[in-house]
């Protein structure tokens, strides 16, 4: 990829604080129009690797480049929104005093200011003091600011946090939106939830390296973490049930089997020939979850 | 950059008058101000001055604590209070240098300080002239006094913004400034006084002490003041020290020191990773 369809490049990036190295050859490219789902637990370096990525603070080493510039300069923070995880405005401004001098300083005219608080549901608080909102409001707040303007990189650092299912609905519609208009998308988050599962890709970060960068089918497959497949014995069978497919006993009835996805159609089969010995099957593919700890546990072991 | 430096100048100027402390700072000014003017009235018959010149040497007296005082309370938030927050990272994400962001907070703060002491000394001065009379010449050393109180405080105002960016909380800054205020305006003159006792008329008196006065932005102003006008001087009795220093010393330092010290809160605000 060139520059040209790279809005955001990271390469081999490292950063250090004293002795304690938070960044470990970092690399990760994203393209215009791209959601890339950043992953991690707290710690991992997320923080860290945003703030690298907006300028305020130095790498150690490798190199970023923000729509084809240097982070933290003029035409890099033009080109970028952010959205803080922890958004907490001066609570004497009214949320339109706030978007207009966030406006002024995108070099916007304060007129956009109204269709966004329209856009984001603050239109009818716009006038009363950020002091009185909710943390939910302060959110929506936060992503009305990161909207303005025509940005080529959006960093949104932990966008759901405090937004209840409704709002959380609206975020997705705004991410999309912003994707479609060709803007790159970083979402950093705790843990696989159902918003990072909708992005294109998903990075994550264990210990300061990336340990995973892929598609969530790619890294699914990659991953071949077993089905759990959950059979209901009938009363006094569960120990032939067991003895005749193997797995481990939950409690008095049930016998709980893993299996990859290739092993599962025989399995079935398997389960099938036992007849009436089996009175319920259910099964548990792996969760986001499970696949998000996968990843994460690799670096540990 | 001038559209920016606005923007910020702007929203904190609101912030300034919601939290109300432009209207307590005006208040404050205005009652001590007052106060002084016509508890100071009694000297005016046996010296020969009108009441307005005596109101102005008091009133000197009065901002050379109040201004400074005044200046770093308005300032010791800026930075660290943004830091906590969190609005700083996310200010600084944006096309605007912190030179810029310094600046239009700068620009806000001044209008406060100017506004609380242009009203509340241009008050008193106005009561002195209703009560007592004023000339030209004292209607001149006022002038003198409210733009050097401005000048004054600007220096305190960027003095606070560099102890907001040293000190990572809100708490740690109040701190500083009030030991910045404490060394600058009291102990500072403490010491040379100390200094004077001790050298008993000698070398230091004579050729060291009037430039460490100069030196200092709060005693510069009270110099400037006092040798502007032969009137003040002789109220406040504080003509000899300035005698010995050529008429330029104490205006050159006091304008300066805003100028330095706007450096240096630059400087500060560089090293802070939000």
New interface residues.
Partial sequence: MTDRDTALAIAGLDKSYGRARVLDGIALDVAPGERVALLGHNGAGKSTLIKLVLGLVRPSGGSIRVAGHAPGSAPARAATAYLPEQVAFHRSLTGREQLTMFARLAGEHPRTVAPLLERVGLIDAADRRIGTYSKGMRQRLGLAQALLGRRRVALLDEPTSGLDPISRHDLYAVIDEMAANGTALLIASHALTELEARTDRIAIMAGGRLVADDSLGNLARAAALPTRIRLTAREGSAEAVQAELGGTRANGRAVELHCTTEQKMAQLARVAGLGDAVRDVEMIPPSLEDLYRHYCGEKTQ | MI??T???A??EF??QT??RWLASATVLMLLFALALTFAGSAPTGSLGVDLLTVAVASMTTLAVYLAPFLALMIAFDAVAGEAE???L????????SRGEMLLGKFAAHLAVLATAIGLGLGAAGLAAWAAGGAGAASALALARLIATALLLGATFLALGYAASALSGSGAGAAGLAVGLWLVLVVLYDLGLLGALVFDDGGAFTSHVFPWLLAANPADAFRLWNVAGSQDVALVSGMAGAGAALPGWAAPLSLFLWPVLALGLARAAFARV??
């Fill in positions: 559209a920016r606005m923007a910020i702007a929203a609101r912030i919601r939290n927050r969190g609005t990272g996310l200010t600084l994400t944006y096309p605007l990773e939000p």
